[in-house]
């Protein structure tokens, strides 16, 4: 049974630093894609990050380019989510998700995405 489980959310002052972690059970990351997702309040769910196994090929939407980065550590079976200078609008629940083939995260076909976690609250506040 496939299962992610997000954490490292909490409350950040806006042009603060943040990680999150999503652990992997149930599958090897490797031979997944991985994609992390934010919902703010009264907004549909986004896709804003994945990375490609093997080869570990970071995407982004351009909001969070140059400022959030995505890593994996396949002998630890968990993705993480640097988020550096963040701001109130990048408050939200984040997620991740996985895809069984890479070509959705390199065309951004988020909505492929599939075995959600619970999701960890991001709240960017002075």
């Not at 769910?45 to 982004?60: F, K, N, S």
């Not at 390199?106 to 995405?113: I, N, P, S, T």
Request: charged fraction near 15%; glycine fraction near 12%; include cysteine.
């Amino acid at each position: 049974q496939v299962q992610l489980v997000e954490s490292g959310g909490g409350l950040v002052q806006p042009g603060g630093s943040q990680r999150l972690s999503c652990a992997a059970s149930g599958l090897t990351l490797t031979e997944y894609a991985i994609g992390w997702f934010r919902q703010a309040p009264g907004k549909e769910r986004e896709g804003i990050a994945c990375i490609t196994h093997p080869d570990g090929t970071p995407y982004y939407i351009d909001s969070v380019t140059g400022r959030f980065t995505i890593s994996s550590d396949n002998a630890k079976n968990t993705v993480y989510l640097q988020m550096n200078s963040l701001r109130p609008e990048d408050t939200a629940v984040y997620y991740c998700a996985v895809d069984p083939w890479w070509g959705n995260c390199v065309l951004g076909r988020f909505y492929e995405f599939k075995s959600w976690g619970q999701g960890t609250q991001v709240t960017v506040s002075s």
